[in-house]
């Protein structure tokens, strides 16, 4: 199973943009469909981004959709947040998670995902 750990978050003020990063190990990497979620303090994980395994096709939440651009580099087993005109409402922790997600309509979900980092906090002052 692979494993993923997180870095780039940190404290920012509203408008800033932050690149997070989630670095995968294992051979299989470019054959899982990739995705961040985040979770706020006192409020249900939620889905923000997500890219298919051959990077072709990506989603995201309408919260941050225009903001935010997810990436993958499979040669380097990584996949990448990149968040601009950030919020203080984009305050969460986030995590970096992996599936191997056989339809684009289940990538919203998290119980598809299998692997999961250990988050990366992200604070977003006004």
């Known amino acids: 199973q692979v494993q993923l750990v997180e870095s780039g978050g940190g404290l920012v003020q509203a408008g800033d943009s932050l690149r997070l990063s989630c670095a995968a190990s294992?051979?299989?990497?470019?054959?899982?469909?990739m995705a961040w979620f985040r979770q706020a303090p006192g409020k249900e994980r939620e889905f923000v981004a997500a890219i298919w395994w051959s990077g072709g096709s990506t989603y995201y939440a309408d919260s941050v959709k225009g903001r935010f651009t997810i990436s993958r580099d499979n040669a380097k087993n990584t996949v990448y947040l990149q968040m601009n005109s950030l919020k203080p409402e984009d305050t969460a922790v986030y995590y970096c998670?992996?599936?191997?997600?056989?339809?684009?309509?289940?990538?919203?979900?998290?119980?598809?995902?299998?692997?999961w980092g250990q988050g990366t906090q992200v604070t977003v002052s006004s």
């Open positions: 998670a992996a599936g191997y997600i056989s339809t684009y309509r289940t990538v919203w979900y998290d119980r598809e995902y299998n692997a």
């Open positions: 294992g051979r299989t990497f470019s054959s899982y469909t």
